[in-house]
């Protein structure tokens, strides 16, 4: 799950962090009044859940209150890759002298936590990872140990270029950013820019968070965070209802037991000329509630033409899901057809279920994908 | 000779009182899986299936039966503590199906487990079947058929799909493992590899990748310099969107890094032979085996 | 340092121990009025630094508020082992079903933490380990670790001989205990009694923490739990003073360089039929001031006969330290006569130092106590 | 021969720009401890003494000069940390002056020690003095003579006070061991006992206790089963009152444990003669040792 930087921020700033006080507005008005209170100049800072903000625009230095009305007025409402921009954070700005670049994630290789840093600081990373990989620091930390201080020092000094003061103040920051990241359960943890003022002083100047889904449970704080208007409809019905679900721009419904099946699902829709309207991984379940809510979220796209099963049945029945999808379908008013493949444990009794209805049985995958997308109204050419 | 477990291997099911645990040591035992214990606390002493005895404690459970091997079907909270629990209980080969444990968690497991040399396979994986010896986990036994393919992916279903294929094509396998499809993983294909590698009945491999860190890069890369035996690759999540998460935790492309066509491309560079669909599997393997 | 159940109990309910509510009353009609707002029947206990305070008769249960009057009354004012009472818990009384102790401590042999738990709970822990050794259960914690789900749930299975809630409930407070035992920087933690009531509901009656001192710094907090009024005056002066001093019930006031040395001229001290007014160990310090204050420290004790001074030259030289010592003198009104032992570097410059003074030397530690006891009013035989 | 190091070890000084640090390395260059390197973060470059390299980190301290050794004047807080880094730089040999370092910091080193193979001496500790090789810490070198006895000690100044006598009755010194006051130390008296049992150079012992815990009970154990040479021993703290901290954390007198009498009992019991008094352990040593 992804947070907005104001929400990063808090936890960052719960940790010790030093955070630069903002406000969050989402209308230029309540930006002036924040910028008011906590005095020009100040950054506005759209706040979506994509990165590339300040490419698009979405980044303003304001001098005057002035300038926060304009920028404010022109960042809410805009869309960024696709998000519309429904905030901005307000935030003192602040002289600097030098930026740095922060960040702790989950290495599967080594599988241990990593702190990823750079001297070359407020510029994305990925990118100074490809053309001056030489200026960023990677150090694996030992989980039972955590960042310990000489670790923590030792990479400050090698970033600060033997500057002691900001060693000390970006060791003290790796550390309390390690905390931050193991404590709130991230996925990845970033600080870009860390900045030195003319005057010395360390601040946290941009925060991302992204949490682990896994941990949330743990975390019941969390929920709150969630930015529902950022959410599409469809996936949030689909995690309300328990179910792996990704929105696309196709028309083939999907609907798999398994994320691995799926996505080769998809693939092969993509294969064969077509374009999956989603990603849906519907578990191994053959309980007809859950198909039915899987199908309405499916039919609620208008773009979806056709629907695909893709179960393998293994541990589970296939005739217990042909008949839960049956069930499903019948509860449903359903106006597009529906491809069913079913292969595995019983194949031969649900296919005998499927024949007594209109529902399109196959027997592989590829002859399933080739028959949904023969359905659809603009029918790709064949391979 | 299988990989990480064989016929004989005596197994301990953490969670046997479960729901999936009960269900899933049902089927391990029809398919012949030799399961000396169960563990659920508070459930000490009664018996399990009329043969498998129940105890408290992992400890207790290695104590009494010597089990080697242990299966964890447990809640995803309790999911890291199961695995320590048998690691301290003198369990070598771990295998934890749960799905949805925090990778915080699997983060500190980790040098718990290299501390007392123990291998986790999982979590959030289908486990691992020995064909016509063992099961450890919840393959469907039915497409499966003892032989000379390796086969090892981070996915479930599609690896049943794959195995499918392979069994109605005539080809058995040695050893069918699934690592998982989380980030943190115990087993990884490197380890797979390595161990594929030193088993004499694996005579061909096929390995199942999807998007994600850049596991099948390194995993091309050691089948170049370590691997004499043929190899036919499968990448699934060639459609998936950047930043979104397809299911498993670990099939997240994430700033151009971890596409199926990076994957793809270093499997090519290596010499591994990659299937644009599941059903080329089985051909370009019998392109480049001869006893295929 | 020693803090209060009262204050020890704050800590584990932080630390989401299942603490009972509380209040602290300085009076008896103070302890009504709590004892009131709890609902009787209440326990009134007496908080005061030392063990033995039920068999002291300074924890009473009180089913009726008079009960609460008379009790916290009778007990306001006791001298338990030397503390006088100034305060009392008063606590709601819980009907008890089983009692467990539960304690961490710091193993120096293991150089680990480790948890002690007996199900025979509420008594004496050191009884228990004398009479029944079997009923105690100890285990090693890997601090990298801490004490893991399956070590904390194969303690509580132990203690609470296969009841799985109760076990359960054991191994969450154990596991909390370990948390808070840890990251309160104590050097013993326990519990005893942690109670079930008849309904099943696990309970920490009773909590005790002992503190490092080492660790007082990272914990500013602490100072403000601190007993002031429990702490003897010269006690309190002398930590201000940053000395490490222990007040005693003799007549020869000792300043020794470094605490085993300190240890071992007390001790000779009785060896020859002496006692030592107090414990304390100046450092290696010529500081003249350090010297005054520790000086007016023991000469507020108005047993003190005679001053010995054994000091043990090293790296600190000798001559030094005598002159701090005349400096020290002379700036303080000192009735009683000195002796002082001055061995090491510089040894003969200090001793020509002292000549020209009232300070009575001495060369070996032996003669410099024996010196001592015969300049006191009640010489002791010499052995 | 000595323990733990000799004439050739080379010696890195942790805080030694710092006031106790300069002080103290002057005093051990004085003594002709090879000191090769120190280490003071932000003062990298500077030289200390007219010789010695001072650098940022121990990493780059021991890649530099192949120190061996190290001993640590650092304030408490930071020591636990300064210790870490010296082991994880390769250091073997740590000797850690600091007093009042907190408990806690030196249980969670102790495993990372244990992993990487590094034997710690203190904290809160003296050091050790090889008489005529080399010295690690801060005894005064005016009072000790080579010879061939061993002593070791939970203590500093009284540690001075018995060498001082035995060097006066002219009882060389093999090694003259502080292990430290502090509840949890690196090395305690099993491991010296053990070190100097391996020492040809050592022909006698004189072991200085003190109140607190049990290890004069276990020392005492150990030298019955594993010593063949001459040894006396000495209890501080008999008139301690239970439950008052004597200076050393580790002098608390609890519960009637770890009393001075429990720990004469012990060596008595282990037929180790224990002198009341410091100036009866020379005669001690003389009456069971021909050599003295």
Redesign the interface.
Known sequence: MNIHEYQARDIFRRHGLPVPEGRVATTAAAAVEHAAALGVPVMVKAQVL?GGRGKAGGVKFCPTLDDVRRQAGAILGMDIKGHRVGQVLVTPAADIAAEFYLGML?D??T???ILIASAAGGVDI?EVARTAPEKIIQRQI????GL????A??VG?ALAA?D?GR??QLAAALQKLYVAF?GA?A?LAEVNPFIFTPQGQGLAIDAKINL????L??HPEYEALRDLEAEDASERAAREAGL?F?K?DGNVGCL?????????T??????YGGM?AN?L?IGGSSNPEKVVKALSIILADANVEVILFNI????TRCDDVAAGIIEATRRLDIRVPIVVRL???NEQEARRLLAGTSLVPAE???EAVKKALELTATKPKNK | MAIFCGAGTKVLVQGITGRDGS??AK?MLDYGTRIVAGVTPGKGGQTFADKVPVFDTAAEAVAATGAEASVIFVP??AAAGAVCEAADAGIKFVVCITE?????D???V??YLQERGVRLLGPNCPGLVVPGQTKLG???T??VKPGAVGVV?????????VV?QLTQAGLGQSTCLGIG?D???GT?FLDALAAFADDAQTRALVL?G??G???EE?AAQFIRANLKIPVVA?I??????P?????????IVS???GT?ADKEKALAAAGIPVA????EIVPKLREIWRDA
Chains 1, 3 share one sequence.
């Open positions: 994509t989950v599967r290789r599988r241990r936590p990925e030992d989980p039972r140990y310990l201080d000489h670790e020092l030792a000094l033997g002691l060693a000390r193991m359960d996925s682990d889904d896994n941990a449970e743990r792996s990704v696309l798999v037991n398994g994320a691995g099946l799926a996505m080769a998809m693939d092969l829709v993509q294969y999956p990603f991984d393998f049945g293994g541990i292969t595995g444990t592989t995958m590829d | 269900f899933h089927s995803p909270a949805g444990v925090p990778v915080r699997m983060l500190k980790m040098p919840i393959m469907p039915s497409i992916s981070r996915s479930g279903t599609l690896t049943y799909e499918h499809g980030p943190v993983i990884d199942i999807e998007i860190g850049d596991a390194r499968f699934a999540g060639r459609t998936a969107p930043g979104k998460r397809m299911g498993h935790a670990g099939a700033g151009g890094a199926a644009a669909r599941p059903v």
